[in-house]
């Protein structure tokens, strides 16, 4: 009977052991749980606040192309309008420029016969035989100077090879003593406005 109650005490401790065991293992299992539930939760959460981050930097990227954007444009409109306002301005300096070339060739074209009257005049007069010709004649040289400094020039004619772009041939003459299509006679004298033609000289061509 003793020896029934030993096995039968011993039995009953290694259960209870075992159920302690399996408790302590249940317990460890549990906190081992938790553990992993906060883990993961914090791991979402850390996933969540990095996307947060992610959309508003993307957000903030987003902000900083539309400004860039808006800066490229404000830019180029900025250049372009620049470009025309340059195109403008030397647009208008040629057109002034050729306004005031046209007016000028103008008033040359107008003062012209006036200075043919004066050489007809003066040829018929030798220099030093009368006072009041000596005096157009002073009136005249002054006018020849002034139309030079203005950008005015007689154009020469007489020796020269003809040339259509400043002469204009009005008379045709067989000479062997001078070359082929020499200008051999004057019958007007042409003038040039800086370097444009203002009168062709009316010439007589030889050959």
Do not use: C, W
Not at 2 to 18: G, I, P, R, Y
Not at 69 to 86: C, G, H, K, N, Y
């Amino acid at each position: 009977m003793a020896e029934e109650k030993k096995e039968d005490f011993s039995t009953e401790e290694a259960v209870k052991e075992a159920v302690e065991n399996a408790k302590a293992e249940e317990a460890l299992d549990n906190e081992e749980a938790k553990e992993e539930k906060v883990e993961s939760t914090d791991s979402s959460n850390a996933d969540e606040e990095g996307k947060d981050s992610k959309k508003a930097f993307k957000k903030k990227e987003k902000k900083k192309d539309k400004k860039d954007e808006m800066i490229e444009q404000l830019t180029d409109r900025v250049m372009r309008q620049m470009a025309e306002f340059e195109n403008f301005r030397r647009r208008t300096e040629n057109e002034k420029s050729q306004m005031f070339a046209t007016g000028a060739k103008s008033i040359v074209e107008k003062i012209l016969p006036v200075v043919d009257n004066f050489e007809r005049g003066l040829a018929t007069v030798e220099e030093g035989a009368d006072p009041f010709a000596d005096g157009m004649l002073m009136i005249y040289k002054q006018l020849q100077a002034s139309l030079a400094e203005a950008g005015v020039k007689p154009i020469e004619a007489v020796g020269q090879e003809f040339n259509p772009d400043f002469h204009n041939a009005v008379m045709h003459v067989e000479d062997e003593n001078v070359g082929e299509n020499i200008v051999v006679e004057e019958f007007q004298k042409g003038y040039m406005y800086n370097d444009s033609v203002v009168r062709h000289s009316m010439v007589k061509v030889a050959n």
